[in-house]
């Protein structure tokens, strides 16, 4: 292990919490950039801390899990909490001996940005710090299905897991098969939106007024100049409005199940009438940016913004990604709507419809659409994806009056479930 750089100063952390970078060798030099506490404590022994992993979405980074590092770390006899900017985020780079490296950009080859190589990404970190197990890997947003896969792929290093806002649908085959949109297909509503491919687009798309997903605009050639803007306020304003909106602040955030989530075989029409009725940073206007739809709620709503509270956030989310643009997490998005590598393709026809075998939990907030934007998607996740262990009811936790970005906006909250899981888990 490697550890090179000099530390990142970032606002409002804790003194415990601190910063450093690791290169991995073994994945072409990169170099992570971590987040990471210890116990309060100046009795070390001998005896090394259990590892926590804590995996961010987007568009987050290792700063988002700021609140909740330092009381994990000391929780029980004490933890090594570890919250990494993945790669394409942050200050992640794959150039050793660099901390800035160029933009990623929309050309750049797809495959790095595959979550099985993210997911080996993932397994090199945990060697490098010099574990051989964790144990407990959180992933919250896009980091919740890069959890699933860690743990789906790799059981014996993962002891637990804790999805956060996503459900977890399991490991898809490598076909990009799509469903027919003449019949009904009992397993659609169930699947990743990216998976339904072209027909989904249609569908949407000839609904009046027309519509399309977020995951696809993420995937076009467009969206990361879209959101980058003009950048400095501009780019503030706009992530402002976006963390706002599926925040449990925001007043659409009036969540339930989708009624397809109950139906036996909802057709793709069905299937796009339903997703329709979700807010529009899920389901856009079809002739929309997003911060056109954020500007346009601005517009309406001048709450729509940072509130006072997350104002520094707002500040280091505006020059991080200011900084490296959003092309990086953007491509995690567009490579579950593309082919997989070559090379992926046996892997994912071994971990395709494998459950996990490790305890597992879900906390969200319940004012998080993200819970079901995908209809059916916490029913197969408990029931079937999570059914070798079991998800108990009391490890599906939806936290009141949170949105999408839990672990920001209820932390003690969510430490407190996170504690008394490991707690759960230790016994076991």
Not at 75 to 101: I, K
Not at 222 to 248: E, P, R, T, V
């Amino acid at each position: 292990m490697n550890t090179i750089l000099a530390p990142v100063e970032l606002p409002d952390l804790p003194p415990q919490i601190t910063s450093r970078y690791i290169t991995l060798s073994d994945r072409d030099g990169l170099n992570v950039h971590i987040l990471e506490a210890f116990p309060d404590t100046s009795d070390r022994s001998s005896t090394p801390y259990h590892l926590i992993l804590l995996l961010h979405g987007f568009p987050e980074l290792a700063y988002s899990w700021r609140k909740v590092l330092v009381p994990i770390a000391n929780a029980h006899q004490g933890y090594h909490v570890v919250a990494p900017d993945l790669r394409g985020f942050g200050r992640t780079t794959p150039l050793a001996g660099s901390g800035s490296a160029s933009q990623v950009q929309y050309g750049d080859a797809l495959s790095p940005y595959h979550i099985l190589n993210i997911v080996d990404d993932i397994c090199s970190l945990v060697r490098a710090l010099g574990y051989s197990s964790v144990a407990m890997l959180v992933g919250h947003d896009f980091g919740s299905p890069l959890a699933g896969h860690c743990v789906v792929a790799y059981p014996e290093l993962f002891a637990s897991v804790v999805f956060m806002s996503a459900p977890f649908g399991g490991v898809g085959g490598p076909s990009l098969s799509q469903a027919s949109s003449e019949g009904g297909d009992d397993k659609a509503k169930e699947r990743p939106i990216a998976s339904l491919g072209s027909d989904i687009a249609t569908a949407l798309a000839a609904l009046q007024p027309p519509r399309k997903h977020y995951m696809a605009y993420f995937s076009t050639l467009s969206a990361n100049a879209d959101m980058l803007g003009q950048g400095g306020k501009a780019l503030y304003d706009f992530l402002g409005g976006y963390f706002y909106m599926k925040s449990g602040h925001w007043d659409g955030n009036d969540t339930h199940p989708l009624p397809s989530a109950f139906s036996l075989s909802p057709n793709i029409s069905e299937l796009a009438i339903d997703l329709a009725t979700l807010p529009e940073y899920y389901v856009m206007p079809l002739h929309e940016s997003m911060p056109d739809i954020i500007a346009r709620h601005v517009r309406m709503d001048a709450r729509v913004t940072w509130p006072r509270a997350d104002e520094v956030a707002g500040g280091v989310y505006a020059a991080e990604f200011g900084r490296t643009g959003f092309q990086g997490g953007l491509n995690y998005y567009r490579s579950t709507f593309s082919p997989p590598p070559p090379e992926r393709v046996a892997q994912l026809r071994a971990l395709a419809g494998r459950r996990v075998e490790v305890p597992a939990a879900f906390i969200s907030g319940t004012r998080d659409w993200g819970v079901y934007q995908t209809p059916g998607a916490v029913r197969k996740m408990r029931e079937v994806v999570c059914s070798a262990g079991g998800m108990q009811d009391e490890d599906f936790v939806l936290i009141e009056g949170a949105g999408h970005w839990v672990q920001q906006e209820a932390p003690e909250m969510v430490v407190r479930e996170l504690v008394r899981f490991l707690g759960k888990v230790k016994a076991l």
